[in-house]
């Protein structure tokens, strides 16, 4: 499996038996969630052009929300690619009548599961196991707070900064290293790579209101935009 980083933030091309996976890709100018009063962030570097990318045979989007699920970039993308999401995540995309084929983890033409456990509220601690039937890796780009203690993944990629919220706009919302290094353990990873961890400029009412606390530390790899990890 080979993951080459895109941007600073948490868009990723996966290539897994093959295949070309685009994840993420967040590469409009800014994200909105809500209302632009209310939160907007904005990249501080040039971002990709989709164009310039390698054509994905499949795109994975792991959570709803506009950095992850941007509309803006994805429908400058073929409509023919097939989108492999959650089905909150489908619904959501499908209101913009672009894209034509979606996929079930359960039906993707590579291993994948949703290994959280979450409560029916938590629509941002999602954590996936991903593998090519050799190498397997975790894609928690938040976090996660519990998941299967059965499952195991030589690669960790989640975030290791921590950004908190009041409790009434969803509490922690970035889990952090200390958590990181606690799902590394449990899965019994071998490499923890940072992800999701860029210092973006915020705007709005939870810009005023959050706390975003950066880690720098030799227990994970940190990767530049267009750098890779083979596994």
């Not at 570097?45 to 929300?65: A, G, N, T, W, Y």
């Not at 299967?148 to 690669?155: I, P, Y």
């Not at 899965?187 to 400029?201: A, G």
Request: charged fraction near 20%; aromatic fraction near 12%.
């Amino acid at each position: 499996m080979k993951i080459t980083k895109l941007n600073a933030d948490s868009s990723w091309l996966w290539e897994i038996n093959g295949l070309k996976v685009l994840v993420d890709p967040w590469f409009s100018e800014s994200q909105v969630d809500f209302h632009p009063r209310f939160s907007t962030q904005y990249h501080l570097d040039k971002q990709p052009e989709v164009f310039e990318l390698p054509r994905p045979d499949f795109i994975f989007i792991s959570h709803p929300f506009t950095d992850h699920c941007d509309q803006e970039t994805l429908v400058k993308l073929s409509s023919e690619i097939p989108v492999i999401c959650l089905p909150v995540i489908q619904r959501k995309m499908q209101k913009w009548k672009h894209f034509k084929h979606f996929i079930a983890l359960s039906e993707s033409p590579f291993q994948i599961e949703n290994i959280s456990k979450t409560g029916f509220l938590d629509l941002v601690h999602h954590a996936y196991l991903i593998s090519d039937g050799m190498s397997t890796m975790c894609y928690a780009p938040h976090g996660t707070i519990k998941i299967d203690k059965q499952k195991e993944a030589s690669v960790l990629l989640t975030t290791v900064t921590t950004y908190e919220l009041p409790f009434y706009l969803g509490g922690t919302v970035n889990l952090g290293l200390n958590k990181a290094l606690q799902l590394a353990e449990q899965l019994n990873v071998k490499t923890v790579i940072s992800t999701h961890d860029e210092q973006k400029r915020q705007e709005g009412i939870v810009a005023r209101l959050s706390k975003r606390t950066y880690a720098t530390s030799n227990q994970f790899v940190s990767l530049l935009p267009g750098q890779f990890f083979e596994f």
